[in-house]
């Protein structure tokens, strides 16, 4: 019989119930210590803990109904009086403990948390002040007991809640507090930390909602319907007087020291070191890889340097493997000409793209020679690699051994004839080169033998202890995202194996030991070696980076196929050297993004990739944005040019662009191009309270390399940004008295230093647009670093009397007819593909037939069932809101009725698309029966 | 409402003689009346007492085990449920379909007053929902037709019509 398995997580406060009540009955359990992502049950969606796994293999989840299950196997049944507080705990009290706490641990507030709990607080004294029995249901503790117990602790630590004046629960709480039972639970869980040690769980569980008086007073303030979730936050008294002395702060108008070549770690700074995943060089990368790595590890290096850490972001071409060889004989070219020419490839894109590396290198150099052989015989004399034989496939009349990728074959499996020797395209088994049946040398087509060959091995098993220490240490002090965890874990839970780091072929780096002379190293041992010799051809001194693990901390990207290399392999190639190398402390993984559903291929012309993206005429910055806004951040994403189209017209016209350009417009048009004075009223002291909050949240999230949910508090100013000048109407005001003219002043000054504060805040998304804006403000240099130092501070950096530029609007509609026609250019086979697809064998014909990518036919548009999504719905609501606005505000202005007119038609329109996604027929048109 | 799910549930039970309820606060909590001493407070604990009542603790659970999977969902009906805002109804939705998967009733393959109360509860969520939605939630929608069909259960509901077969047949899931 499998053992009942408890599953808690340090800092969590539900655990703290379950482990009191199992010290208390005894129960015999396995207790298991995991992360608090950890996804244990396997059909909830949110890992969820405390979790209980039964031996009959159920799982419970509810952390009451694990206190009650441990207390009825020791033999106490439930009775009705505990039924009706654990009822009342779960219902009553979770919900307002939930929000009290991450008011006051999150947001630092100190009278709301209170006020939350006031009600449940009040009732549970009552009913204490009334009982009879020493504890809630009895003489004795019962579940009941522990579990609100467990409940309240982390009340009565936080001091703002003043538990203590509440006697009889006081004396309640201490009366079970001081159970052995209670005591050792509470050391587990808090481990002595207070309140603190619920941080990093309260972080990761959703941002309650917020409670019903708060949200009324807020709304009837605005009373605008595209509120978001995140702008119910209500802003303090306090808040809101801080924000505004935050806004007076005088800033010295110095400048960010210019980046000086090489950077090198230095002594008491953060020193920061930047990889993104070396592109394989054999091909174009496609706009999966490029937010996969260069791109994501791009926004959080000038992030990084915004904030003013010494940082070094280096990246370069993966070049050394068979694919290389392959695509050379392709082409007739040498390996060296194939990698040159795709290495300046990859350059470009890259600087299309704006990748702002401080050095893009390469793999084909003698530095990475000489490193890696370094660590090779490292390894060798320390006793970490083994010898054995391999049997692999030799083509006798090319006289060479055949890579996986080089024979073909029939399937083992499905006798599907045209196998590949790593993988069955038909089955999708993996298969083993020698299992082939009639195997062909992909180049002669002629019958390759097999032959045994001499090979080394990394002894994984012997470094697994270390690697695992190692591991822990990591994973729990650092940033890793849950899949790049995840797939860690579940490579060491299936044990390591030896892994082979020798190869039968040419273009590599040699193998230096006289026994295994004419074979190079396999790239994945050799690859991220890569990152270590494309620093050292940035400069000599590069061991100060990589053997320097006390003042370094390295942040790795990739996407989640290049996990395990970067977690186990290469970790134990340098634990195994014993060289004090500098060893991942953050591992940002992202998952896959597809293109319109199905996946990129090159073979098939579908998707769109970097070299074609500045071919499609759409800004770089727009490209980063919507990519970024994307970015497949916990769940694989999908790109679609209908919603990339949508972003830009909703977020970035209508949101962002408009919000900035009016803020310039109005002091250009309405105070002659000088910022005109502030004199700040209760309404832009919480304007600034809420803008403080959001630049707060930004930069939380960055820290956490939470790139995708820091762009949203962008979005979130411009769009506060844009309902203040709404409800303030400073076009109107202009016109009327003095104190109209006045707070016009104020409206149009307080929105266009949040417009330089935005300008700040894009920088690492959209540099380019960064960059307009500061030109157009004239923005004083020194602004940006202040903004975000420490915890954010929203400052007045454009004060009364600051001369601005010309002011233009940013962003460009994307208009439907040409979005049609990309997604039509790039949605399947190209004409510039047309040369490849001839030579294409029938496999990929094959595969073509096989899935459902055909371009549909326009007149097959009708037949298509209208389907619900309700996720676009809500943004075409929030796009139709604004542009509702936008209307109205013409209206209000006169503007020209051909203006009005052009503005009412894309409200229509948008209505239209609305409509569409909430699943409803737009249009009364005659029903045509679906078919079944 | 939960006192008409309760009257329903006596009449599930066979309870001949009907309780007597009120309520209590915002959130309409249900209190069962008592002549001696105060009420007993909340739908699962009523609902609990009336199975002891009826006298089908075998509705409770028949082990150990069983009875916590129970109080699980009875306790998920009420915490997670009652008070959810549109977003969490989807994550609601996905995980009950995929806990239903081999799952004939809530506690696996007998009846528990687990699966009426969280009929009584899904009922106005799966009423709204489109037919392709019932298609993506398949397993919850076939378990929501068992229950609505089961004898003695349905009693102050409208039924919800489920196809039999597929219209989506082309969808991703």
């Known amino acids: ?932 | 409402m939960a006192l008409r799910e309760l009257s329903s549930l006596e009449k599930f039970l066979g309870l001949k003689k009907p309780n007597k309820y009120s309520t209590q606060g915002d959130r309409k909590v249900p209190v069962l009346q008592s002549n001696s001493g105060p009420g007993l407070v909340g739908l699962v604990t009523i609902a609990t007492q009336l199975t002891q009542e009826a006298k089908r603790p075998d509705l409770l659970g028949k082990s150990a085990e069983e009875r916590a999977v129970v109080q699980q969902w009875l306790e998920y009906r009420v915490a997670r449920l009652e008070c959810c805002v549109k977003e969490d109804i989807k994550t609601i939705l996905k995980d009950l379909n995929t806990y239903l998967e081999d799952k004939v009733y809530l506690a696996g393959n007998h009846i528990t007053i687990a699966d009426p109360l969280m009929y009584y509860g899904l009922h106005p969520v799966i009423m709204d929902l489109a037919v392709m939605d019932k298609e993506k939630y398949l397993n919850v929608t076939r378990w929501f037709d068992h229950m609505q069909h089961y004898p003695g259960v349905r009693h102050h509901l409208p039924p919800v019509v489920v196809l039999r077969n597929r219209v989506y047949t082309s969808g991703h899931h």
Request: proline share 5%.
């Open chain 1, 1 to 932: 019989m499998q053992i009942m398995k408890l599953f808690v997580s340090e800092g969590n406060p539900h655990c703290l119930k379950v482990l009191a009540v199992l010290e208390l009955t005894g129960v015999k359990c396995d207790v298991q210590h995991v992360n608090h992502e950890e996804k244990v049950v396997p059909f909830l969606s949110r890992p969820t803990l405390p979790a209980l796994h039964l031996r009959g293999g159920l799982y419970l989840f509810s952390t009451n109904a694990i206190c009650q299950y441990f207390y009825e196997v020791s033999g106490t049944e439930s009775n009705k009086q505990s039924n009706q507080w654990l009822e009342w705990e779960a219902t009553e009290l979770q919900p307002a403990l939930t929000r009290a706490l991450h008011l006051a641990v999150m947001q630092g507030k100190t009278t709301d948390p209170a006020k939350a709990l006031e009600a449940p607080l009040s009732f549970l004294e009552q009913s204490l002040t009334k009982r009879t029995t020493a504890f809630l249901t009895a003489e004795t503790v019962g579940v009941a007991d522990i579990v609100l117990w467990g409940a309240l602790y982390p009340a009565f630590l936080e001091n703002g809640l003043k538990m203590g004046e509440l006697q009889s629960t006081k004396t309640w709480f201490d009366r079970v507090g001081v159970l052995p039972a209670c005591e050792a639970s509470s050391r587990i869980v808090f481990k002595g930390k207070g309140v603190e040690a619920l941080k990093g769980y309260l972080q990761k569980q959703p941002v309650p909602h917020g409670s019903q008086a708060h949200r009324d007073s807020h709304t009837s303030s605005s009373g605008s319907p595209t509120e978001t979730e995140d702008s119910d936050r209500v802003m303090t008294e306090e808040e809101m007087e801080a924000a505004a002395q935050i806004w007076n702060q005088r800033i010295d108008c110095q400048t960010r020291p210019e980046r000086k070549h090489p950077i090198l770690p230095e002594e008491g700074k953060r020193n920061v070191l930047i990889t993104s995943a070396l592109p394989y060089v054999n091909n174009v990368p496609h706009l999966g890889n490029i937010i996969g790595c260069v791109l994501s590890a791009d926004v959080f290096a000038r992030y990084g340097r915004q904030r003013g850490w010494n940082l070094l972001y280096i990246c370069g071409t993966d070049e050394y493997g068979t694919a290389t060889e392959n695509k050379a004989r392709e082409e007739g070219l040498t390996p060296q000409e194939i990698c040159d020419k795709y290495h300046t490839i990859h350059d470009s894109i890259y600087k299309w793209f704006q990748i702002d590396f401080d050095f893009f290198g390469r793999t084909t150099t003698p530095r990475q020679t000489e490193i890696s052989q370094n660590i090779f015989w490292r390894l060798h004399e320390r006793g970490f690699l083994i010898e054995d034989t391999v049997e692999q496939l030799r083509c006798e009349s090319c006289q060479r051994f055949l890579a996986d990728r080089f024979v073909e074959g029939v399937c083992p499996f499905c006798y599907y004839p045209e196998a590949r020797g790593d993988q069955c395209d038909k089955c999708g088994r993996l298969i083993n080169a020698v299992e082939l049946k009639e195997p062909q040398c992909k180049v002669c087509k002629q019958t390759p033998v097999i032959r045994s060959s001499k090979h080394l091995f990394l002894d994984l098993p012997k470094l697994e202890a270390n690697l695992e220490q190692w591991l822990d240490r990591s994973v729990s002090t650092g940033d890793w995202t849950t899949n790049a965890r995840n797939i860690t874990r579940s490579w060491l839970r299936d044990g390591l194996k030896p892994r082979c780091i020798t190869r039968d072929l040419r273009w590599g780096t040699p193998v230096p030991h006289p026994d295994f002379a004419g074979k190079v190293f396999y790239v994945w041992f050799d690859a991220p070696i890569g990152y270590l010799s494309i620093t050292a051809n940035y400069t000599d001194q590069w061991e100060k980076w990589w053997k320097n693990p006390q003042q370094v901390e390295l942040y790795n990207f990739m996407a989640k196929d290049n996990v395990p290399f970067h977690t186990v392999v290469f970790p134990c190639s340098l634990l195994g050297a014993q060289d004090n190398y500098t060893l991942v402390n953050h591992l940002i993984a992202t998952e896959y993004l597809n293109y319109e559903d199905t996946k990129f291929s090159k073979s098939r012309g579908v998707g769109v990739f970097g070299d074609m993206a500045k071919d499609t005429g759409i800004p770089s910055d727009v490209w980063r944005f919507y990519l970024l806004y994307l970015r497949p951040e916990g769940q694989d994403a999908a790109f679609s040019w209908a919603d990339m189209a949508l972003k830009n017209n909703s977020e970035l016209l209508n949101n962002l662009g408009n919000f900035i350009n009016r803020a310039g417009m109005f002091v250009s048009k309405f105070f002659e191009g000088c910022v005109p004075q502030v004199v700040l009223q209760v309404e832009e002291k919480r304007l600034l309270a809420q803008v403080g909050w959001e630049l707060k949240q930004y930069i939380q999230f960055l820290d956490k390399v939470r790139i995708r949910d820091a762009l949203k508090c962008i979005l979130n100013i411009s769009r506060h940004g844009n309902q203040y000048i709404q409800v303030n109407e400073p076009w109107k005001k202009i016109k009327g008295c003095d104190a109209d003219r006045q707070r016009a002043g104020t409206v149009t000054a307080v929105s266009v230093n949040m417009a330089v504060l935005l300008s700040v805040m894009l920088e690492p998304y959209m540099p380019t647009v960064s960059e307009t804006i500061r030109t157009q403000l004239q923005a004083p240099p020194g602004s940006a670093h202040i903004m975000l130092q420490g915890e954010g501070n929203f400052v007045c950096s454009l004060s009364a009397g600051h001369r601005i530029g010309t002011v233009s609007p940013l962003f460009q509609k994307l208009e439907t007819e040409q979005i049609e026609s990309l997604k039509k250019r790039f949605g399947g086979q190209q004409p510039e593909e047309e040369e490849t697809s001839k030579k294409q064998t029938p496999t990929i014909a094959q595969t073509n037939a096989a899935t459902k990518t055909s371009v549909p036919a326009p007149a097959a548009a009708p037949e298509t069932p209208i389907k619900a999504d309700p996720e676009l719905a809500k943004q075409l609501a929030a796009a139709v809101a604004e542009q509702g606005d936008k209307v109205r505000a013409l209206k209000a202005q006169k503007a020209e009725k051909a203006v009005i007119g052009a503005e009412v038609a894309k409200l229509l329109e948008l209505k239209k698309q609305m409509a569409l996604a909430e699943g409803k027929n737009p249009e009364p048109s005659p029903q045509k029966g679906k078919k079944k």
